[in-house]
């Protein structure tokens, strides 16, 4: 079996994952080898500063500062820096030079993937990203090849664990946002500092790079409305409880059937979820992609969406089978980007809202009110009043309307003299 | 893009799902075309009987009777059929051509899996059978590529959507075994002869399958303890949900760790699971797949499990992926069974049993019943005796015992006199 020469895989970071990376290739070396057919040699790890502490002792003589040497006598690149450069530069090289590439890098994939696809499509290579979205959950491969036949309709996950941990014991423990992210930031689901996360756009990362998988079209990081969990208050926890819901950050990917054809959206932003949802079952820092398809119809993926041995379990998946391919011959398939949807701006999709606005208890205050969203065409689906302290608590869900229209009836309730305050926006999924 | 010439495709079978790969075929080729980089030509439908009706009206001159001559013309032959023969033999004169093949039959795959991988490899061509376990959800390719790079300990997975059905009823209607079963067959869930499915024998198939590819060994399907659900009781399920358990017919493939290296075992029994468990929710004719990994942890794939469009849907993703590589070049991956693991014999496999005894309501019972586990080396964990008419009610928690001591306790249970019936034994699963 092991007539094939050896493969020389060249490692880029010894974080949390990529030693985890190593351990298991200088580990489990020879049963790799076996599913391979071919030995695969760890030739080396890139790393900023050889002495710094890791998760794992490595082999001191495998690492380099000198990464652009270490990736010029490749086969296949593993790439678990993070961040765009110096590891789009480095993964263009190692293209350019005929190797295959493995990558965790989801910033990277967003931004600069079809570049990167072209590269490897020059030159046969391939590139391989499954732990770049849903850490060690298989969802890349899926929908690039088990779904290759259906035609998938929508994308919805739970792609960023933080935010969901945060949510989580926000439902489950009552706490305050700001508890509940310290509590994250103690436990390491959070970094010092959480922004990416809680402002959405290490989900929005992972928007694009579903989004362009999933419709064979680019979808380019700009064009993916992100919100994260900021405005998210225990109010409208409280809230989505009394109606058996569950508030979550999602990333949606949608395609809108129109009658000039088809086209995409992707974004980010809390939804409220009904409790039976599969998706609602998802707690702590698990990930989990719902997808829905015209043949196939609903399928979940779950899983650990982060950690040190789970992501590495995705990057050697990759790694093995593009070995094996390496082995067997012929080249990587091109990213397969040629439905070329359009892509629909974000004020024409469509949702249904529930608002809560606290309004001055006077008569015909409702009706004002009522009015505003007669005036910008979005139908009321249902009212709730509480009479407060001197005024009153509204709360109101709409049919389906466009974005565009909602924020146009947002805009007019800020100004409107009886609306003293907007106190939640959110997104009603059924 | 279509410089390639047109890829011949050869279906097997115009039933529920085969009728939908036509449809999608005919309906979607030009998309497809596009995803492959060739178009995909549907030479023929190979039936028993044009003239039968059919979910789908199919073009008449596309039909024959004729499958040898069908199958001697392709380049790609997708199997429909169900059954060994003549599907084993059309499958195995196809590969000896070069053709590659997709197939949803798992009777044959779990039966004759080897022999095709084996034609395959020695010409370089493709088998897939994503469809053949779990119906539309992905978990063919997520076990042999995605965690490629990890080591499975565990796959516990509800496959079989009739018995799902059948106890998900009796669970939230309190339907007997019997009026759900005629349920299932009303809804069309169940054939009218359901042994295949209640006596376990579908979900074997799967097991056999699903064992193959997680420890890289082949598993013959006689090596696969089988129990269906007609031992399963209105009692039973109500004894379950006392306890906050749920109970589900599943197929177990099992890595066995010991001194003298690894074993695997596979298995098909209904297991007492707590209601949380995420195979709990699977409701329904549905299915899901419970994987745990060395790295990964636990991954769960969710989704439909039958269905002609569901299931198209994986065969078309099969026929997709499978006619890129073809139009890419190089040969398909073989089988990895470099492992092969011994199997370890289901006397040895390890399980924490339930047991229901109707005893004699006198003194020292208690006692006997007791010592008949003591001798056996079975360890109790949990006792309750509920008095009942002349009689006394017994439910028994042991601590795990390998299944060989647990027959030899219901063996010699059976035997004394002091026991007047068991009236039930259920594994109970974490």
């Given at each position: 079996m092991n007539s094939y020469r050896s493969l020389r895989i060249a490692l880029l970071g010894a974080g949390s994952v990529g030693a985890q990376v190593a351990r298991i290739l200088l580990e489990h070396g020879d049963e790799l080898a076996a599913r391979v057919g071919a030995p695969l040699e760890l030739v080396g790890i890139g790393v900023r500063d050889v002495d710094a502490k890791r998760d794992v002792e490595l082999?001191?003589?495998?690492?380099?500062?000198?990464l652009a040497t270490l990736v010029a006598g490749a086969d296949v690149v593993v790439e678990l820096?993070?961040?765009?450069e110096p590891a789009r530069t480095l993964l263009l090289d190692a293209l350019a030079a005929g190797a295959d590439v493995v990558t965790a890098n989801k910033a990277l994939v967003a931004a600069h993937g079809p570049e990167l696809f072209q590269a490897a499509e020059t030159v046969g290579a391939q590139v391989a990203y499954e732990a770049a979205v849903g850490g060690a959950i298989p969802i890349i491969r899926p929908l690039e090849q088990s779904l290759a036949g259906d035609r998938v309709l929508r994308v919805m996950g739970i792609v960023n664990g933080t935010t969901n941990f945060i949510l989580d014991r926000m439902h489950t423990e009552g706490s305050t946002l700001e508890d509940a992210l310290a509590t994250a930031t103690a436990l390491g689901y959070a970094e010092a500092d959480p922004t990416a996360d809680i402002e959405g756009y290490d989900a929005a990362s992972k928007a694009t790079i579903l989004a362009s998988l999933a419709f064979h079209t680019e979808v380019p990081a700009a064009c993916v409305h992100r919100e994260g969990?900021?405005?998210?208050t225990d109010a409208m926890v409280q809230q989505a409880e009394r109606t058996g819901r569950v508030l979550k950050l999602v990333a949606i990917c949608e395609r809108l059937e129109g009658d000039a054809g088809d086209r995409v959206s992707a974004r980010v932003h809390p939804v409220s979820l009904p409790s039976t949802h599969p998706l609602a079952a998802v707690h702590e820092a698990k990930n989990a992609i719902f997808v829905t398809a015209e043949a196939a119809g609903d399928l979940m993926f779950y899983g650990a969406g982060a950690g040190g041995p789970e992501t590495a379990s995705a990057v050697l998946g990759d790694l093995v089978s593009i070995a094996r391919r390496h082995v067997l011959g012929g080249p990587g398939g091109p990213a397969s980007t040629h439905a070329d949807l359009a892509i629909a701006p974000f004020d024409e999709v469509l949702a249904r809202h529930e608002l809560g606005l606290t309004v001055?208890?006077?008569?015909?205050v409702l009706a004002a009110v009522a009015g505003l969203f007669a005036e910008h065409d979005v139908s009321v689906e249902s009212v709730r009043q509480d009479p407060g302290d001197g005024s009153a608590s509204l709360v109101l869900g709409t049919h389906t309307a466009t974005e565009g229209r909602i924020a146009a009836v947002l805009e007019a309730l800020a100004a409107h003299t009886d609306v003293e305050r907007i106190d939640s926006v959110i997104r009603l999924i059924d």
């Open positions: 082999p001191r003589e495998l690492l380099t500062t000198d820096l993070g961040g765009i969990i900021t405005g998210v001055a208890d006077r008569p015909g």
